[in-house]
């Protein structure tokens, strides 16, 4: 294991004595020990809380060696000092390290610097210094994936803290809230918000459906901040309805008409709504006249439920008990987001049945809200955000979109999320409008909602992949100047669901906002990162969230790094950076000789190539049922290869030195196709035989994870290296309509073999280049994984002197 | 969804309708009411628990179609009878079916009918018809593999049930315990049992970490029944040191001495052992010290957690905060495993700490015990069994081994389990003793665990895998007449790790024994089945350990099917039948004929048939890290096929009609090969394109089964048809080695290149062949997934006029 830790709030002696008082670790009584290894074992006496005799506690420690001869008793039977050996010998041991595997007994110090775990460097404590290693030790992070307190935590160590009068809640230590609330006792409630919409046009405002677990200590006075997780799949989703829904792909590409449009044809018109008056209120209560049984939960929110955070879901306009009508990403679904916000900071009504009269007001917050939840998830988080919604503080938004045609489309083409191939925002709508699923609302809705998919299928329009009001509708970038919350983005950059130009774009335009804004990249696909065992990601949250919501000084904004990034060339290895391409004018430049990638300022021979898009018909049959089998032919060098002929590939020189490639790679060029319409597709290739990380984290121990005590648990996993050695990994993709090559919004004409210069911008980057490695560019047409396929008798000619390649980079330090 | 349900417990209207005032479904106030359609209303707002108001449940109404017109509100407003039709569809939305998907709101009862679900007749019902046809509702599945009770249950309706007196518990309804009591409060306590064993040889009797959780009923007076799990994979294992300990199987075979052994030689002696005397006692406790965070649990044990019954976790000798060493299988390990049994029955003591004189007795349990679990942990309950100790009413033993020499060796081979080439019974011991993972208790310990090792290698004997007297001591088998504990058997008939001779044998010796016997084969492999959507496993054991353990008289023993076979050729299609092969003399006989299977009756020429077992050095490497490919090549009729000279195959006829091919196929003829030594192995396969099951059950919805009311969970799954078409399957597995052609203890001589007669039993099978499909027989030698692996030249020569195979049948009937 390499231990990567972020959360660890610098803190004095002086206060760590203190703090380690408060959670009654360093007791009274301790003052009357006279030796420091007397201290040392009441320390680790508290260390068992499973145990009640010291008979038993005789025997835990008889389990742990103190040197590689003495068990702990045999050592503490005798010691006149601490030595820091012992020490982390004892430490790494309750970190759940294992001696002779994980290291040696004879030096563990050489372990704690290779695991890289925190420690003190005084070769014998003094009873301070004790103490101070001590409160490191305990958050330092052990093979769990859990620091020392979260281990005990899981042991019952907080239990007795469950009585603490509501004015020593919640309970802070090292600057993150402890697991002091007994999630036996959570209060669940639903209530039902009045939003300002009536987007299902009966007359009435759209109620929506809310599910609020919160800590029994609100009944009796504390008021606590708000986890809201705007989820369109919380209330159940209806796959019949979306895979009916799905687009066949395998159609041709068409020529637009030509136009002249400029951004003004396309901005989006405001929403004007006739908004039908509030609902009459009749009384109020303090009372929910609603429950529920298992909520669709996020294991972060759960983590966060045995800390003192309430936790909210809804599942917005279009859902099970709600009103409305499912729109995918469009202004009134952000307004139904709101909603819930206006009602949690005492704007809005909510009532207490779906058809009644009585309201409820969310009496026991103190009304900061932060966002949290995963790709639509975190989509609306990042919606929420653009409005600038008072309450709303942060949000945590992971594997975001930030413009659904980033989502969907790609400079003028259907391009889909990886995996979804024909899916659209009817699709979509589709799946999460769950009111479809009880059947006597669904009587009366449907017809309506049969209307609103033949809107949506109108808006997207797969005819053209074009830039219209239906997509600047659903660009949430152009309001990222309101954002007043702030923010934590997650992003996989292996994520070609939701692709990293969606957090790329939000996180370079949010550069000019003055709000703290952070950013982790890691090396997955389409996850959530909280419970891998190398990274103290749900520590970090912890200390943002005491701080952002409830105002706790942990200098969480200065602690957390503005860019961590995990290397893609070793496991459990992660760097923080200022920024992500914005703090370097360096790059590397490209030109194209034959079949080579060569430097810039290389002479090149005028040259053409040229490929054809077409395949056999078997081949294309196979390839729409095994794409990987496609990718794999296409990125092959192999001379048989059957696309070889299809796609023109350059590789470069290997690399001379480690860098970083960063940002966003762009690739200019001159193109003529033998049609009156056409499209390119690219791919950044990393070529170099390199054990890489699997794509996905593995599972090291099901439901090791325990969020609180007796409570909901986790999977820990992690990425690993592949046992086997691969040849190549694919960095990025990019996609062009050649009748966009301005704007998406602009179709231009083309005339049939007549060349024309072009140039885009890949996806975005943070790829780590081994010396020695090689960097390939694939030029080719249809994306089996993503683009429409036609398989359409389409021939392509480059320029090969016109082409080139532009990579920011950065220098690597290891 | 097909449901496949067998633990409804037949009962009359009368008991029907006081169980329903028992579980308060039926209330006084229903008395009043004057029509059908009223008590129906009132039935139906009970079964929206988390509702607390007259408008909120009007709105659950709403969501209910009754008819394909009108909502449940308004088909109530003007109702004046209840008809099934009516009742059904209500019913099936309420059990998850959606209107329009799953079923038509038309014909609610073709789709009771298609998906097997029980429904009562009447067209319209009277009071007492609504009562009755409401209970079975009640007890049907639903698509989240739960009943409506069940769904209810985890939905709150039992929580009010928490309150009522232990007179009252546990509450059954339809012969099976429900979840009324609240886990939230459960007792964790860890107690110490002294076994009578001093496997480590340090003077003191070997004392057993358990570790018990009881409902909190138990303290003020209920008496539980225990379910008890012996794993020695509970406190942990040492994948490491079980690594390391792995045997290289690239080995060669080699020529046994012949001898004269019978079975006399090999029988295991009687065990004499100097036993040290017990601990003093000093004192007596009703309270434990020592209590515990999570422990491993096993979800069919949660369950029960919630509805009455204790669990019991122990890891037994070696395990951490035990005593002892890991010695797989042998009569030590069952004495350990019936020691814990012995204290909850009064018969041990148990101390409050490892080292304590403080004796602590099991006064919260009725005495009742039964034993789970899966693989080793099933192995441990038959162990158990096998002694006839008192109070052990039933074990529940999924894929259970029930000899040892039948889980790592096969008729003088040495045969691993799938997956697990080069374990053997030191490589399991060294795994599982987890002390080793407690550095202070390892260092004065491992000494004597390293001489364990040496033992059990010694016994195991790799060289020869013949049957000694070590694997003698570890065959469960010999003492099956002494079982007094009623069984249940689960078994994958595509488990080959724990092969399915382990399950057949153990059945088949159980046709003499007066206890009663159930057996359920599933199609899967090493899994265990209480999370499938299509069978009710857990309500099976549910009635079952409610008539076993509190004695309730629910006719379990005569509802459950003798034999429960899983279908292989549909999904969620389960067959009850009378026996396995004992009620049936009818077989299939088959000759050869060049490469064909021909009947018996058939004339056959004289004709040899050779192959060679040493494949090319690179084509054996490749399939020493690719399995699936060598098993592939070696079914594989292509001429082309590297394999196709190193195997020989025989295909039949087309079946004329489906069959079920039962119990132990067997193969008998003439070989010769070109060494005094060598082996054959066997492979029975289905020829014939079809959809078959995947291999493993597929998850259909994560965490769906709340195992009672916001208690743990786990994920719903169940076989599907695979996508695509597969042209074969195999059905079964045989080895030989050639020296053991009798018996495995007695090895004879084997002269090159002279013929001699063979027959051997193939595993096991319950198998389906459809109609068209044929059988084929696969004669080779060295199985590169389990047998040692020498790629030595071995030429083999059989006779085909000698060969032949015998099948036992049983007809069809769907």
Redesign the interface.
């Known amino acids: 294991m390499q231990n990567n830790q972020f959360a660890i709030v610098p803190t004095d002696s002086e206060s760590a004595i203190a703090e380690l008082q408060k959670i009654h670790f360093i007791t009274a009584a301790m003052a009357d020990l006279k030796t420091v290894p007397a201290v040392y074992r009441a320390l680790l006496a508290e260390s068992f809380p499973?145990?009640?005799?010291a008979?038993?506690l005789?025997?835990k420690?008889?389990?742990?060696?103190a040197t590689s001869?003495l068990?702990?008793n045999d050592w503490l039977a005798q010691a006149t000092i601490v030595s820091n050996q012992v020490f982390y010998n004892i430490g790494l041991?309750l970190l759940g390290f294992?001696?002779?595997?994980d290291f040696d007994?004879a030096d563990p110090l050489l372990a704690m610097r290779d695991i890289h775990l925190p420690m003190v460097g005084d070769t014998a404590f003094d009873r301070e210094s004790l103490y101070y290693a001590w409160y490191l030790l305990l958050n330092t992070r052990g093979v769990q994936g859990q620091t020392l307190i979260e281990n005990l935590t899981?042991?019952?160590y907080f239990v007795p803290d469950y009585d603490l009068p509501n004015t020593a809640k919640p309970l802070f230590f090292n600057g993150k809230a402890q697991a002091v609330f007994n999630t036996?006792d959570l209060i669940r409630d639903?209530v039902y918000v009045e939003a300002p919409l009536d987007t299902d046009e009966d007359g009435q405002r759209d109620l929506l459906k809310v599910e609020i677990l919160r800590p029994a200590e609100t009944a009796t006075g504390l008021k606590v901040p708000v986890l809201y997780t705007a989820s369109p799949y919380n209330q159940g989703i209806n796959d019949?309805a979306g895979e009916a829904t799905m687009h066949d792909v395998n159609v041709p590409l068409t020529a637009k008409e030509p136009d002249d449009h400029t951004y003004a044809d396309v901005k989006a018109p405001d929403k004007k709504q006739q908004l039908p008056a509030e609902r009459p209120v009749d009384e109020t209560s303090t009372e929910a006249?609603?429950?529920?049984?298992?909520e669709k939960s996020y294991t972060l929110n759960d983590y966060f439920l045995a800390r003192g955070f309430a936790v909210v879901y809804a599942a917005g306009i279009g859902s099970?008990?709600s009103d409305g009508l499912a729109p995918t990403g469009d202004e009134d679904e952000t307004t139904s987001t709101v909603a819930i916000i206006e009602w949690l900071t005492g704007k809005r009504h909510a009532f207490?049945?779906?058809?009644?009269d009585v309201t409820i007001e969310a009496w026991w917050t103190n009304g900061n809200v932060a966002m949290t939840g995963r790709s639509y998830l975190g989509t609306l988080a990042t919606a929420a955000a653009t409005t600038g919604v008072d309450g709303l503080k942060t949000i945590i938004s992971e594997a975001a979109i930030s413009s659904w045609y980033d989502y969907y489309r790609d400079n003028g083409l259907v391009v889909a999320p990886d995996t979804f191939q024909g899916e659209d925002t009817d699709v979509l709508a589709a799946e999460v409008f769950s009111r479809s699923?009880?059947?006597?609302?669904d009587?009366?809705i449907k017809a309506k909602f049969q209307a609103k998919l033949a809107e949506l299928e109108q808006g997207q329009d797969r005819a053209t992949g074009s830039y219209n009001q239906f997509w600047d509708a659903r660009n949430y970038l152009k309001n990222v100047d309101q954002i007043k919350a702030d923010i934590v983005m997650v992003h996989g950059l292996n994520d070609w669901n939701v692709k990293p130009r969606n957090v790329a774009n939000l996180w370079d335009k949010l550069q000019d906002v003055p709000v703290a804004k952070k950013l982790i990249l890691h090396q997955g696909q389409h996850i959530y990162i909280n419970n891998l065992q190398s990274l103290d990601f749900t520590d970090m949250m912890n200390m943002w969230l005491s701080h952002e919501l409830y105002g706790l000084d942990n200098h969480a904004e200065s602690l957390l790094p503005n860019v961590l990034v995990q290397d893609n060339t070793a496991a459990q290895t992660w760097h923080a950076h200022d920024n992500w391409w914005q703090d370097t004018d360096q790059a590397l430049d490209f030109k194209v000789q034959y079949k080579e990638l060569v430097p810039a300022d290389h002479p090149v021979d005028q040259r053409a190539a040229h490929f054809t898009d077409k395949l056999p018909d078997k081949l294309f049959k196979h390839y729409c049922t095994d794409l990987n089998a496609w990718q794999a032919d296409l990125i092959s060098e192999d001379k048989t290869s059957p696309l070889y002929d299809h796609r023109l590939l350059f590789k470069s020189w290997q690399a001379p030195v480690d860098q970083l490639l960063v940002g966003k790679p762009h690739v200019a060029g001159s193109v003529a196709v033998n049609q009156n319409f056409g499209m390119l597709s690219f791919m950044l290739v990393d070529f170099g035989d390199a054990k890489r990380l699997t794509v996905s984290p593995q599972l090291i121990a099901s439901?090791a994870l325990?969020l609180g005590?007796?409570w909901r648990?986790d999977d820990l996993k992690d990425f690993k290296l592949a046992q086997t050695v691969s040849p190549y990994k694919v960095i990025t993709h990019g996609h062009l309509n050649l009748q966009n090559r301005q704007v998406p919004w602009h179709a231009e004409a083309l005339k049939p073999y007549e060349f024309y210069d072009f140039s885009l911008e890949l996806q975005p980057i943070f790829h780590h280049l081994l010396t020695g490695h090689q960097i390939g560019l694939i030029v080719y047409a249809t994306d089996m994984r993503m683009t429409i396929r036609g398989n359409q008798d389409l021939q392509y000619s480059l320029q090969l002197n016109d082409l080139s390649l532009h990579i920011p980079t950065k220098p690597f330090e290891a």
Chains 1, 2 share one sequence.
């Open positions: 499973e145990v009640h005799s008979a038993g005789t025997h420690f008889a389990n742990l060696m001869q068990n702990l041991q294992l001696p002779g595997q007994l899981t042991r019952g036996n639903v019949v006249e609603e429950t529920f049984g298992r099970v008990d207490t049945t779906r058809d009644g699923l009880k059947a006597g609302d009587h009366q439901k325990d005590y007796h648990e």
